[in-house]
């Protein structure tokens, strides 16, 4: 099964994606991920991503599509993926429809995570993550067991984005509202958007994604 994660930055798609990929075995494809992980190695596509990032662009529709397209064909996504974070546009979204058509695969079904602006900017900006293993954090809702020692993996060092700051965030909303919530009633039209809270607990939200998976 194929599916998207579609919400605003903050709305838990990073966090419900990993939770779906440990239970079912599905593979999360992250294009912030991704294009963090190019930043970081210095790659010609993270010198163009890095600065349009920091301001909370973004980063154009070809170079997306072509970083999905390729990872899509590789083997463990044979078994499912979860896209998060992608597609953001029309134009992305016209182009996995067309590369999916092309890979002989399909989009099951466009999960939608309902989450109001008012508490988004409040999520993003104490969140963080283990250094080491990836576990997500929050400075006020998700605090490690032990202070500053990780509950996966014992790691002691934690990281903040660079984009996770009052500012960017303001940015990263309006281009939420302007260029990805028109995909709502694009996928709507297919019949495939499902819409949960995304307001609930995180093990309510994992519980009504569920039931969406297993509704097929
Ligand atoms: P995310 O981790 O999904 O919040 O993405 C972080 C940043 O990466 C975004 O603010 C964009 O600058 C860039 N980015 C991630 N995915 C996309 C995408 N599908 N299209 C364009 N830019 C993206």
Redesign the pocket.
């Known amino acids: 099964m194929n599916i998207i994660l579609l919400g605003p930055?903050?709305a838990g798609?990073?966090t419900q994606a990993q939770r779906i990929e440990d239970s079912r075995g599905m593979v999360q494809l992250?294009?912030?991920?991704?294009?963090?992980a190019a930043v970081a190695a210095g790659s010609e596509i993270g010198k163009k991503?890095k600065e349009?990032?920091?301001?909370?662009?973004?980063?154009?529709?070809d170079?997306?599509?072509s970083i999905?397209s390729d990872r899509i064909d590789e083997p463990d996504c044979k078994g499912g993926f979860i896209l998060?974070?992608?597609?953001?546009?029309r134009p992305?979204a016209e182009a996995l429809d067309a590369m999916l058509i092309e890979k002989k695969m399909q989009l099951d079904y466009v999960v939608e995570m309902k989450v109001v602006d008012d508490i988004l900017v409040e999520r993003i900006v104490g969140r963080y993550t283990c250094a080491g293993c990836g576990a997500g954090y929050h400075d006020s809702f998700q605090k490690p067991v032990v202070e500053g020692v990780c509950d996966k993996c014992g790691g002691t060092e934690f990281k903040r984005?660079a984009?996770d700051n009052a500012e960017?965030v303001m940015?990263?909303l309006a281009?939420y509202h302007e260029q990805t919530a028109p995909l709502l009633p694009y996928y709507g039209d297919k019949g495939i958007l499902r819409s949960i809270d995304g307001m609930a607990d995180i093990d309510d939200v994992t519980r009504q994604i569920g039931e969406v998976l297993d509704s097929a």
């Not at 990032?53 to 154009?60: R, T, Y």
């Not at 998060?84 to 546009?89: A, I, Q, W």
């Open positions: 930055p903050g798609k990073g992250s294009t912030g991920d991704m294009l963090r991503a349009l990032m920091e301001a909370g662009a973004l980063v154009s529709d170079v997306v599509v999905i998060d974070g992608f597609p953001r546009t992305q984005r984009d960017t940015s990263r281009v």
